[in-house]
């Protein structure tokens, strides 16, 4: 009897037991990806990118492909968020003591990939390399303002500017103001040396550096092929993700780095695999060989959208995608050719027709959501009867031949097929001549081309970036100016723009600016695009893409 009384407990006790197990509550908890201790899943990261990366270097580049890699492996003195808020970054706080200098308080115990404390000595051996003329870094633009760190202390510095300079701190949130270890670049100053055989020591090179002079010019102009060797193979950051390795062409590996600083991260590896066409991307999204896909076109929104496992994230972008023009080149150091051109180019078809409304027709040179943008600026609209009349009052009023340089993206190929045939109106005849994205920008960076299709994204959200890389003279080439725009008033003014501290001031600078620029038509400004990635949502979720364009993924779970 008490035999039969046990068994008959036992059951009783095994079947709530099992009923437990099948709860809903336990089903929610397993469903989250929680082990037995309550730790969050963590699994490796695949996202595919159109475009490959130039240089993990952040002082060798500004395309946007090395920008999604390298905002991972380096941090910045600012941190710019999703919503490109301004927020502590290896700066844990700062403020605008006056007029030109800025105080930085520095994050302490933090370390670099390679195990190096975090000290404000890295951050002056990071804004003198990228200020180096050995470098001919095409990024200067963006740092040439800092006259001089000032180190207080290990963790204290301050920044003097030559001049008044509003956008400073969005300038240093910039990915390629990621601070580099200073053990990293003295070994590749010494790297640069040694292969330029030169016998001058490291310190005697900084301090020909610091001095200037005939000397410095000699070894500068040696050694300035040689830089950025060890810096692009051997990327040493203090952020999220560290480098592992590179297959030129198809993909970077970068695994997390156990001593990061900022925060608790649930990835392993991260793998950015480059998948230049569209349509085979998004079919590596849904089959599960990525769990993110950039550069999402909108002939590939629908898909994504109604897929069983993927969604889309978007954002309306700070980009201005144009047509640009060869000042150097005749016909279109003729203003008049250069404006027919623009009147001729019906925007409104091209967001509709290639981009299916994913974007606004540009008007100028900034995108709506930058600060500095005209509210009342009048762009050039479609319109071929003045097009024909202002090319009648030119020498090429029955039409010339010409070349139109793009890459290698079907959009842009699609929109470049659309403006030939708009042309062709103009008697203007187009050939269309075709490049993979690296060849691409180093070729007009020399200057050979006639006309091309490129964007220009102002991932600082402020008018200077938007205008100061394209249209300073100083900057003609890799720096932005592919048109090789040369004109003294515009110059006067962008430097004016960076030196007010007065807002309204600034606003007014920016605006008779972009009157300029549109009435001059260095570029035919088309239109303003909307960022989109897409994500397998059954396997990761917090993914986010920035008005800039790029990929946030620090928050990602996965399931």
Same mark, same amino acid.
């Given at each position: 009897m008490k035999r039969k009384n046990f068994l008959a407990i036992f059951v009783i006790a095994f079947l709530i037991v099992m009923a437990a197990c099948s709860s809903d509550e336990n089903v929610d908890e397993a469903?989250?990806?929680?082990?037995?201790?309550?730790?969050?899943?963590?699994?490796?990261?695949?996202?595919?990118?159109?475009a490959e990366m130039v240089t993990t270097d952040p002082h060798g580049s500004n395309d946007s492909a090395s920008r999604q890699v390298r905002a991972n492996i380096y941090e910045t003195l600012v941190f710019q968020d999703v919503d490109m808020s301004l927020s502590p970054g290896l700066a844990t706080e700062y403020e605008q003591v006056d007029e030109t200098t800025w105080n930085f308080k520095l994050r302490e115990g933090t370390t670099f990939h390679n195990g190096e404390d975090f000290t404000a000595e890295d951050v002056v051996a990071t804004f003198d390399r990228v200020q180096d003329e050995a470098m001919a870094s095409p990024v200067l633009f963006l740092f040439e303002m800092i006259e001089e760190i000032e180190v207080v202390s290990d963790y204290e510095i301050n920044i003097h500017t030559s001049i008044p300079f509003a956008p400073l701190a969005s300038h240093l949130a910039h990915n390629t103001g990621g601070i580099i270890s200073k053990a990293t670049i003295d070994a590749d100053y010494q790297a640069a040396l040694d292969a330029a055989g030169s016998d001058v020591t490291l310190e005697e090179y900084y301090e020909l550096r610091d001095a200037g002079g005939e000397e410095y010019d000699t070894v500068k102009e040696a050694i300035s092929e040689h830089l950025g060797t060890v810096v692009s193979n051997e990327p040493n950051g203090t952020n999220h993700l560290k480098f592992v390795s590179r297959s030129a062409g198809d993909s970077v590996v970068l695994e997390k780095f156990e001593d990061f600083q900022g925060g608790d991260r649930y990835f392993e590896n991260v793998t950015f695999k480059v998948i230049p066409e569209n349509g085979a991307r998004i079919a590596e999204l849904e089959t599960g060989g990525i769990q993110v896909a950039t550069d999402v076109d909108s002939s590939n929104i629908a898909r994504v959208e109604e897929g069983a496992d993927t969604a889309v994230t978007s954002a309306d972008s700070v980009r201005m995608?144009?047509?640009?023009?060869? *000042? /150097?080149? $005749?016909?279109?150091?003729?203003?008049?050719?250069?404006?027919?051109?623009?009147?001729? *180019? /019906?925007? $409104?078809?091209?967001?509709?027709?290639?981009?299916?409304?994913?974007?606004?027709?540009a008007k100028g040179p900034l995108a709506p959501n930058v600060w500095g943008y005209s509210e009342d600026l009048e762009g050039q609209e479609y319109n071929i009867d003045k097009a024909k009349e202002l090319l009648d009052e030119t020498d090429m009023a029955d039409g010339f031949d010409t070349t139109l340089w793009v890459n290698d993206d079907q959009q842009i190929i699609d929109t470049a097929v659309y403006i030939q045939n708009e042309l062709a109106e103009l008697n203007i005849n187009v050939e269309i001549e075709q490049f993979e994205w690296g060849a691409y920008l180093e070729t007009l960076a020399n200057g050979n081309h006639d006309m091309f299709i490129l964007g220009w994204t102002t991932v600082t959200g402020d008018a200077d970036y938007g205008l100061y890389a394209l249209f300073h003279s100083k900057n003609q080439g890799a720096a932005g100016n592919r048109s090789f725009y040369d004109n003294p008033e515009v110059d006067e003014l962008l430097d004016a723009g960076r030196a007010e501290v007065d807002e309204a001031a600034r606003q007014d600078i920016y605006t008779e600016l972009e009157n300029i620029l549109v009435e001059d038509s260095p570029m035919s400004y088309l239109f303003h695009a909307q960022f989109a990635a897409g994500y397998n949502e059954s396997e990761v979720s917090g993914i986010e893409v920035d008005p800039a364009g790029g990929l946030h993924f620090r928050d990602v779970r996965f399931k």
């Open positions: 469903a989250s990806g929680e082990d037995s201790e309550g730790s969050e899943k963590t699994g490796d990261l695949t996202i595919g990118t159109m995608s144009y047509l640009g023009f060869n *000042i /150097n080149k $005749e016909p279109f150091e003729d203003v008049k050719v250069r404006q027919a051109i623009s009147y001729a *180019i /019906n925007r $409104e078809e091209i967001v509709t027709g290639v981009y299916d409304d994913m974007g606004i027709p």
